[in-house]
């Protein structure tokens, strides 16, 4: 519990301010846990759940020590390192070391995802909604908005890892015992709570939740890619810049070290401390950066349809352009690691079979694809379901008042959401084409792997297209989008480890991309991926033809 | 003269709220028309029907000889609309916002552009999350007025508008006016309509309950007149026609049917006249008058007079 108080400690600013800086945060406190419980249940229960159904698969999919054995042959490569954790789980891989090898570096991500939106929900989306500026008209402190965000996120952690050490500790498997749960649990509260504390600076940095929510995932997709990085690397040293990767070296379950978890202590106070700062440094609902003046009038290109889409889509499409060309080389510069290990392990031969790539590196190669292929489609949702979020704001019906059609509004968001994220393909495509090309001294590569992840914009548009029709149709339902790109993570990440049945791949757009370059090119799944796009983008243009525009 | 808008027995739901339960309006061409009605009375669904962001369950709406819904596209090239609630792109300009609304309605009078922002002394530089309230709507009111349309439809445009640009709008309107386009104006600032307009729809509970000229409405009203007397008033009470009467130590106060006004200024002047003021019903006792027993029921009702249909308790 040291961390609640440790993390809404402002002293410093307290004291430059006179008052009670800190009043009425008690209060929103309250209101918060109000507001979010059954969003905050669902986030819990979710990762509880997730975890023992898990733990309890293990059960009965490895019951065999000979099982195991070969899961760890599997795991003991670059791509079975970069997806996992650490190396010195393998060493006795009984059911707790596969939790902690497999599943917390997974369950730190969602944790600290959790963490982030809790505080940007109630930070910077109070401010931008101008509801802050009237409950900071009441008796409440300059600090009390962050104290509170910040403490229900503490809270939220806290009850997240003792639900997880209770189940966990209490399953009665092999090799997850009760100590150990308890680590388990609190390793991720530590990763969500440094995660919030981020999500506490970056709030301060920018005017719009949008970004202060994408700046602190982006930190948190940073630490999984330096945990990835430094994992299959081998020597771990990245490893050691990521609080995902202090997690995962508690070794839980293997050797119970405490002592990482302080360092994600340590970064929690500090960001937080620089959250606190930096908001006495800012006006209520500014950013840190002072608005600046624009020009008076619209350049030509603005003033078309696809120009004003460009132009809203642009922060986010450059953001997400850099942040997968990044990923794409981190990825690719340990890709000559993987072609090395192939050379000194002989039985390596039969789980490269299982995986069904020609060599190591090419089984890496297509398990990053689908990673990479994942972030694009994060970014088409958030991209197709543009339109939804300027209805809802109110800032369509003056656009669709003018000779802009229905159609074309929509198929000006559309065709930024398509083109964009065959460019993210394309650009994640040569970074871990250059970088992989490189590191394994292979410049015919560089061709096939850009050929593989390019092979993947089909299912992009059909999660643009899927997305489509849930805003035309179901408007209100138009988050039920989300569940293309989350259903095809857990089903391309976890459905390897826990086995998943085929059919239940076959169900994700992505589940059909021929997986290049292990895999030999098939156009049949391309052709039918793009034509159902085509389909249902025209499906759902139908129904929003139909139906009333949402307005204030 | 043709007839700009026609709308008969518009019905339209939103579950089981029913905003609009058959309501009609009739806009001639060339004409500023005044859309009355409180808060909630169905003003803004109608307008969004006529410019088919909302489809409308049953009735028949016709824009300009058009269908709202069918001809959205064609249509809007040839009109231009002022939300109530303007919200703006954070990231863009003002005058960038101006630009691309007028643009996309189908080209821009820049002199006209410029000469407008002048007028409402807006500031084209800031970014769309800068702006007061009142500042969002005078982008909104200049890219509507930049661009060369022949019908207006302008849903409570001056809200937020501070008092001075309240005047360089009416300016505006009568400008448009006289340049012969077609102004729909919904509002409840009832001066505001009372100075532009030359007919008005008083709406309430999605249904229009009067529509026709000021002085129309004002025949069929009541005018209240407040006189002083040299000798104390008898027998008015008794006059048909006569309500909330009040007396008191040579003053009194009362509201007079239209047709038996000429009745109870006589019997004024048979007690010696001192002073006298009357005046016509405003358009806020026109509306109290639809919504009175309302008010009434609700306890805030006219309590100095005012005419309405519930007139208990005044008589003392």
């Known amino acids: ?552 | 003269m043709t007839k700009a808008i026609t709308v008969s027995g518009l019905h339209k739901s939103f579950g089981r709220t029913h905003a609009l339960d058959g309501l009609d309006l009739t806009v001639e061409t060339g004409e500023v028309h005044g859309f009355l009605g409180p808060n909630g009375a169905g003003k803004s669904t109608t307008i969004r029907v006529l410019l088919g962001l909302l489809r409308a369950d049953s009735g028949a709406a016709q824009l300009l000889g058009k269908d709202p819904w069918h001809d959205a596209v064609e249509l809007h090239r040839r009109l231009a609309y002022v939300p109530g609630d303007v919200e703006l792109w954070p990231g863009l300009t003002g005058g960038e916002a101006i630009d691309l609304l007028s643009r996309l309605r189908g080209g821009i009078d820049k002199r006209r552009r410029d000469e407008l922002v002048e007028r409402f002394d807006l500031d084209p530089t800031k970014k769309g999350r800068a702006y007061s309230k009142g500042n969002r709507q005078k982008v909104a009111i200049v890219a509507a007025l930049a661009s060369d349309a022949e019908l207006l439809l302008l849903d409570e445009p001056t809200a937020g508008l501070d008092p001075l640009m309240e005047v360089v709008f009416q300016d505006v309107i009568s400008e448009a006016k006289a340049a012969g386009k077609t102004v729909l104006l919904s509002s409840h600032i009832l001066a505001q309509v009372e100075k532009l307009a030359d007919r008005v729809s008083i709406v309430r509970q999605g249904k229009t309950v009067q529509s026709g000229t000021l002085s129309e409405m004002r025949h069929l009203t009541r005018t209240t007149v407040e006189a002083e007397t040299a000798r104390p008033v008898s027998g008015l009470a008794e006059l048909p026609g006569v309500h909330a009467l009040r007396t008191d130590s040579g003053r009194v106060r009362f509201a007079v049917d239209g047709d038996q006004l000429d009745g109870a200024i006589r019997r004024l002047s048979e007690c010696g006249v001192r002073s006298l003021v009357s005046h016509p019903p405003t358009l806020e006792e026109l509306m109290l008058r639809h919504y009175g027993d309302e008010l009434g029921a609700n306890g805030h009702g006219a309590a100095d007079g005012t005419p309405r249909l519930a007139d208990d308790g005044a008589e003392r």
């Not at chain 1, 995802?113 to 802050?132: D, F, P, Y």
């Not at chain 1, 409950?135 to 996120?153: I, K, P, Q």
């Not at chain 1, 065959?422 to 994640?428: C, E, S």
């Open chain 1, 1 to 552: 519990m040291s961390t609640a108080t440790a993390a809404k400690a402002p002293t410093a600013p307290r004291a430059a301010n006179g008052g009670n800086a800190l009043a009425g945060t008690v209060g929103l406190l309250r209101f918060g846990l109000r507001r979010d419980r059954v969003r905050l249940t669902v986030w819990i229960l979710a990762l509880v759940v997730g975890t023992v159904s898990t733990a309890s698969n293990y059960k009965t999919l490895y019951a065999d020590p000979a099982d195991r054995a070969s899961v760890v042959a599997t795991m003991d490569s670059p791509a079975g390192l970069a997806m996992s954790g650490p190396r010195h789980y393998l060493d006795d891989y009984d059911f707790g070391a596969m939790l902690g090898h497999q599943m917390l570096g997974f369950m730190a991500v969602m944790a600290g995802l959790m963490s982030v939106l809790i505080v940007t929900r109630h930070t910077r989306h109070e401010e931008e909604t101008g509801r802050a500026e009237l409950v900071r008209s009441t008796a409440v402190g300059r600090h009390a908005h962050l104290a509170a965000a910040l403490t229900l996120a503490v809270l939220a952690n806290i009850v997240l890892a003792l639900l997880l050490a209770l189940t966990l500790g209490g399953m009665g498997i092999d090799g997850i015992d009760t100590p150990g749960s308890l680590l388990y649990g609190s390793a991720h509260a530590a990763v969500g709570i440094a995660f919030a504390a981020v999500a506490a600076v970056t709030a301060q940095i920018t005017a719009h939740t949008r970004g202060a929510s994408g700046m602190a995932l982006a930190v948190v997709g940073v630490a999984y890619v330096l945990r990835a990085a430094g994992d299959a690397g081998g020597d771990g040293a990245l490893a050691w810049l990521s609080p995902i990767g202090w997690a995962q070296r508690t070794y839980v379950y293997v050797d119970n070290r405490w002592w990482p978890l302080l360092l994600c202590l340590v970064l929690a106070v500090l960001c937080a401390a620089a959250g606190f700062v930096l908001s006495t440094r800012r006006d209520v609902g500014a950013g840190l950066r002072a608005a600046r003046l624009g020009s008076a009038v619209a350049s030509d290109a603005l003033t078309g349809p696809l120009g004003f889409a460009l132009r809203l889509h642009r922060g986010m499409l450059l953001g997400f352009g850099a942040g997968l060309f990044l990923m794409g080389a981190m990825y690719g510069s340990i890709l000559g690691d993987a072609e090395d290990m192939l050379k000194n392990i002989d039985q390596i031969q039969e789980a490269l079979e299982e995986i069904g790539g020609a060599t190591m590196a090419e089984s890496f190669a297509s398990m990053v694809m689908i990673i990479l292929a994942v972030v694009a489609s994060v970014y088409v949702v958030m991209a197709a379901l543009r339109p939804r979020a300027e209805e809802t704001a109110g800032r369509a019906e003056p656009l669709l008042a003018t000779g802009l059609s229905r159609t074309r509004w929509v198929g000006s968001h559309l065709a930024v959401a398509l083109a964009g994220g065959t460019a993210l393909l394309l650009l994640a495509g040569v970074g871990f084409g250059i970088a992989g090309a490189a590191s394994a001294s292979d410049g015919g590569l560089f061709l096939s792997l850009l050929g593989a992840a390019l092979a993947y914009a089909p299912a992009l548009w059909v999660t643009v297209g899927i997305a489509v029709v849930v805003f035309g149709w179901f408007p209100r339902a138009s988050a039920a989008a989300w569940i293309v790109p989350v259903y095809a993570f857990v089903v391309g990440y976890l459905g390897a480890l826990l086995r998943f049945p085929a059919w239940m791949s076959d169900l994700s757009p992505f589940g059909h991309v021929p997986q290049l370059p292990a895999t030999e090119m098939s156009w049949t799944p391309m052709v039918v991926l793009t034509l159902v796009a085509a389909g249902l983008v025209r499906l759902g243009l139908e129904g929003f033809r139909r139906r009333d525009l949402e307005t204030k």
